[in-house]
């Protein structure tokens, strides 16, 4: 059986996922599932990845979405199942102990920009288009997007792509604040893999603390937020790559840092 997820580690501290389903649009089938799944567990355990990125095999898309054609012949229930399964699998990915980039290039409608949303954040080629397209199958997103769009480019224009169902161009996607990052799409992989070094030269302890302020921060008030701030940074006083951090500075030298 053909691998629909290839992983594999870039540099010493980078690890890239590509999901390789092109004749499918890296559409979400269960084994395309199943494999994420076990790829994020893998990258959990592994202490040695500073930094992951995320993007579709072949120039055309990311991903399009849950895979309509395995869903045609599923019941009621094998379809709210299957919907579960692609949401449990994207809070995984949000969940990724590290920094997440997605780098997208070609289209990522309703689930695919789904999966996106749960990532840390994005670089895309200029020739991508997003969009939460799925009331125009009269259904709603259901694997975090009606949560996750909100938070990040406010209720109002969150509401206007989900009601109108339209896919925006990569301009505007940037200009909402979808994507982070645009580049052409030939330098894309390059942009990707440069920005995960760039990451993965910092403090790795220091990276999953930010990830973790930063991610149960935003979901509570201010004090609560300034608290777990504070836990996070607490974390990273006694280690060995503070003081390493410290030394690397005085003695005017890049720092290797070990994730101790």
């Known amino acids: 059986m053909t691998r629909l997820i290839d992983y594999k580690r870039i540099d010493q501290h980078i690890g890239l996922i590509t999901l390789n389903r092109p004749e499918a649009a890296n559409a979400m089938s269960i084994q395309l599932l199943d494999e994420l799944n076990e790829t994020v567990n893998d990258i959990n355990s592994d202490e040695s990845i500073y930094c992951v990125v995320i993007m579709g095999a072949g120039d055309k898309a990311f991903c399009a979405g849950a895979d309509l054609k395995e869903r045609k012949g599923m019941s009621n229930k094998q379809v709210i199942d299957t919907v579960r399964y692609i949401g449990q699998t994207v809070n995984a990915v949000e969940n990724i102990k590290v920094p997440v980039i997605s780098a997208l290039n070609g289209v990522a409608f309703g689930g695919g920009l789904e999966l996106a949303l749960a990532c840390d954040f994005r670089i895309a080629a200029t020739n991508t288009k997003v969009g939460l397209t799925e009331t125009s199958l009269a259904i709603i997103p259901g694997a975090g997007g009606t949560q ?18 339209k896919p925006v161009s990569v301009e505007e996607a940037y200009k909402l604040g979808i994507v982070e990052k645009l580049v052409d799409v030939r330098d894309l992989y390059d942009e990707a893999i440069q920005t995960a070094n760039t990451i993965a030269s910092n403090g790795p302890i220091a990276l999953r603390q930010a990830k973790t302020a930063i991610n149960r921060g935003t979901e509570v008030d201010l004090t609560t937020g300034l608290e777990i701030e504070h836990l996070s940074y607490k974390e990273t006083i006694p280690t060995n790559d503070r003081l390493e951090g410290l030394k690397a500075f005085a003695e005017k030298r890049k720092p290797e840092y070990k994730g101790k």
């Open 148 to 165: 996750r769009l909100p938070r990040l480019i406010g209720i109002g224009q969150a509401k206007r792509l989900i009601y109108t169902a």
